[in-house]
């Protein structure tokens, strides 16, 4: 089920965006009086899911989720359609009506998506207010990837700061790391502040190694529920239990237990744990998998979490401002794909799924359909023939020059564009295929 409701999420995500996208192009071509052929959520090579004309438009659903598309008479587009541009340019049609139209046609679906996350924000913030874990409320520490233990942090350390950022969440470190080249760790080491200088090429380090969790927090393994017909279940362990100890060998942090667990598989160990102020040791059989059936309490469980509740009128301030910023990240990212160790993480659809949660969960959902709508609007002004801001492109060059571009020129630059974009999909599935296998 956890895969099948990724693939649920992600589609009803995409089908949200791609009507959005489309019906801003749509509202437009019509408030200026333009004619719209069809109007289809997701492609339809060869055959339609379902279809249906109403006035002069055709409308439908598609079999292959990659997209949708408006079709604008009198506009060369994916479609390839030349048969119209032969004749002679009707009132109706695309190519007929004055520049600042067409620029807003053009722009109509970029402009919704951006709107679109904005209030979608703005909604989460009003509904479920913005909760987090402050960096400083995570008490016993973090837990490093190898690339900062080289570096000489230590797990337990409390990262106060890179460089001048202060960090304020898990994510800061990174994101600063990778977007403002900051390589100075301000570290808390048992109440002693240190410096810590990370390797220049640090950044590239975190790329090419597909690092995802630089840190983590540090805690102590505290029983939160027995996984049924497994080994603890059998051996007696209960919830709230603290697990000390394997085989005499310390393991008073979550992270060390599941290591340590590991390399007993199919033996039988001792396990000291602590119930009720009392120490024990339990004997147990490890499974073959490495595990003996317990999860852990959560975070919420061990630190203390911080909300921002917000009212009605203060929610769209605040999803504006939200929006504004994830845009901001995600354009400063943009630079990080034109790398070596960076192109090697763009991904397609399946990286795009995978981000959706195994459960079904609200939130998560409309935030990344939040982000994914902010991501559209940007892809898609890109001055690259065939998106928007291809057509964006022309018709400012248009607006400057008072020369309009050829047909036959827009007709090449469109098939360079979709080669292009073809090219793009190709390279982004085969990243998806390698990094699966």
Not at 10 to 16: R, Y
Request: charged share 25%; hydrophobic share 45%; net charge negative.
């Amino acid at each position: 089920m956890g895969v099948f409701t990724q693939v649920v999420g992600l589609i009803s995500s995409l089908a949200i965006l791609i009507l959005l996208h489309e019906g801003g192009h749509f509202l437009f071509a019509k408030i200026f009086k333009t004619k719209v052929e069809k109007f289809y959520l997701f492609f339809n090579p060869w055959f339609s899911l379902f279809k249906f004309k109403k006035g002069e438009t055709e409308y439908g659903i598609g079999w292959l989720p990659l997209g949708g598309y408006c079709k604008i008479a009198g506009m060369i587009d994916e479609s390839m359609d030349k048969e119209q541009l032969k004749k002679e340019p009707q009132p109706w049609e695309f190519r007929s009506k004055p520049t600042y139209q067409r620029l807003l046609i053009m722009l109509g679906g970029v402009i919704v998506n951006f709107i679109v996350a904005l209030l979608i924000y703005a909604m989460i913030l009003y509904s479920w207010g913005e909760t987090y874990i402050p960096a400083q409320n995570y008490k016993y520490g973090f837990v490093c990837d190898s690339v900062l233990l080289d570096a000489g942090v230590q797990n337990g350390d409390k990262i106060l700061m890179v460089d001048t950022f202060m960090i304020e969440e898990l994510r800061d470190l990174p994101i600063h790391i990778l977007l403002d080249d900051a390589r100075n760790l301000k570290i808390d080491r048992d109440g002693k502040i240190i410096n810590i200088p990370l390797p220049g090429d640090f950044d590239k380090i975190l790329l090419a190694e597909r690092i995802t969790d630089l840190i983590i927090p540090r805690m102590p393994y505290i029983l939160d529920s027995i996984v049924p017909d497994m080994p603890a279940e059998s051996a007696g362990f209960q919830k709230n239990d603290r697990l000390l100890a394997i085989n005499g060998q310390p393991t008073e942090w979550a992270h060390e237990f599941a290591e340590s667990i590991r390399e007993y598989k199919g033996e039988e160990v001792r396990v000291l744990i602590e119930r009720n102020s009392k120490k024990m040791e339990v004997p147990v059989t490890v499974s073959e998998d490495g595990i003996i059936g317990v999860f852990n309490k959560g975070l919420l469980d061990f630190f203390e979490a911080k909300t921002v509740e917000y009212g009605f009128f203060e929610s769209f301030p605040a999803g504006i401002s939200m929006g504004v910023e994830r845009l901001t990240e995600y354009v400063r990212q943009f630079k990080i794909m034109f790398s070596k160790e960076g192109s090697r993480h763009v991904g397609s659809f399946v990286t795009i799924g995978s981000l959706f949660p195994k459960s079904w969960d609200w939130l998560r959902f409309w935030n990344l359909t939040a982000f994914l709508s902010i991501m559209l609007a940007f892809l898609n002004v890109l001055p690259i023939p065939a998106l928007d801001g291809g057509h964006v492109m022309f018709v400012l060059y248009e607006m400057v020059t008072r020369r309009k571009p050829g047909d036959k020129f827009l007709e090449y630059a469109q098939v360079a564009g979709m080669i292009i974009i073809l090219g793009l999909v190709v390279f982004s599935l085969q990243n998806d295929i390698r990094n699966l296998f």
